[in-house]
């Protein structure tokens, strides 16, 4: 509400040089990807639902946001490649650049590892699955020392897959409350 449309240009900066993105992902790929998270709308529900949440009395999102998101579209971005990597650039108003970020880091973190693995036999992938499961028993542990920790998930931008989120924060969940 306080800075909308102040003009912004968000930019990914790979800065783990010694991965060469261009080489697990395919322009073709990501710019497809992109392009279907700007074919992406809000449905009516979810809006509904945006609207629902309170704390308290009190409701989270004004209504002025949410009929911003009813109509909203993810902006253009522009992609080219640079050598081994991308140059991948979202540019317009702060109030719709913004919601890029997640969703750029998301999809390049996702194809980079969707390609890494398809060469893997299934074992490999079973004992990569197993060793994650390890790593989180060992959080979990740790975690369960301290009770009155409170957790916010940010795993979005970083995730090493959709289905692999969401079982980490259900465990979690399950787990820890």
Do not use: C
């Not at 109509?71 to 919601?99: A, C, I, M, N, R």
């Not at 880091?105 to 992938?125: F, G, M, W």
């Amino acid at each position: 509400h306080r800075h909308r449309d102040v003009p912004v240009k968000f930019a990914l900066k790979n800065r783990t040089a010694s991965v060469k993105l261009e080489e697990w992902i395919s322009e073709s790929e990501l710019r497809e990807e992109l392009d279907h998270a700007r074919s992406l709308r809000f449905q009516k529900d979810e809006i509904e639902y945006l609207r629902n949440i309170r704390v308290g009395e009190k409701k989270i999102f004004q209504e002025e946001y949410l009929a911003f998101l009813k109509d909203f579209q993810l902006p253009s971005y522009l992609l080219e490649k640079t050598g081994h990597s991308y140059k991948l650039e979202f540019e317009g108003s702060w109030s719709e650049v913004t919601y890029w970020e997640t969703i750029a880091l998301s999809t390049i973190n996702e194809l980079y590892y969707k390609n890494r693995l398809k060469p893997a036999s299934k074992l490999v992938r079973d004992l990569i699955a197993e060793e994650g499961k390890k790593k989180l028993a060992e959080k979990i542990k740790t975690l369960k020392r301290y009770p009155g920790i409170v957790m916010v998930e940010f795993g979005t931008r970083r995730r090493f897959g959709r289905l692999w989120q969401d079982y980490v924060v259900k465990t979690l969940k399950d787990e820890l409350y």
